[in-house]
């Protein structure tokens, strides 16, 4: 297991769809610009639920998540370690709500954030 860096590539929710399949067998998966939506995500996120051992990291900045793309987050989040959101269209209310899943779950909040 090791790590799949696909950043910068314009694939799309197909792509998107297509990498979903492999999840299991990478520990760090880094998507950043890919121009996916919800739509993708919420095929990856099914992939992640299934997850034996929880993925290191988790990149999905510069995508264009937004709110709808927030619950199809939060249902995996408990399956990534650390997970990057930056540039993702999620507004206040959206980040609001990821805050308090983490709290439910007991998570830091740099688990989402990842303030660096």
């Known amino acids: 297991m090791g790590t799949l860096d696909l950043s910068l590539n314009k694939f799309g929710n197909d792509g998107v769809v297509l990498i979903s ?43 264009m998540l937004g709110d709808s793309g927030v619950a199809f987050i939060s249902g995996c989040i408990d399956k990534v370690w650390e997970l ?17 899943e983490l709290e439910e779950l007991g998570l830091p909040l740099i688990t989402i954030f990842g303030l660096w």
């Open 21 to 63: 399949g492999c999840v299991q067998k990478v520990r760090r998966l880094r998507l950043e610009s890919c121009s996916f939506s919800a739509t993708g995500l919420e095929v990856l996120c099914k992939e992640i639920q299934n997850l034996e051992i929880p993925m290191e990291f988790l990149d999905l900045s510069g995508n």
């Open 84 to 100: 990057r959101l930056e540039h993702c269209r999620i507004s206040d209310v959206g980040e609001q709500y990821l805050r308090r």
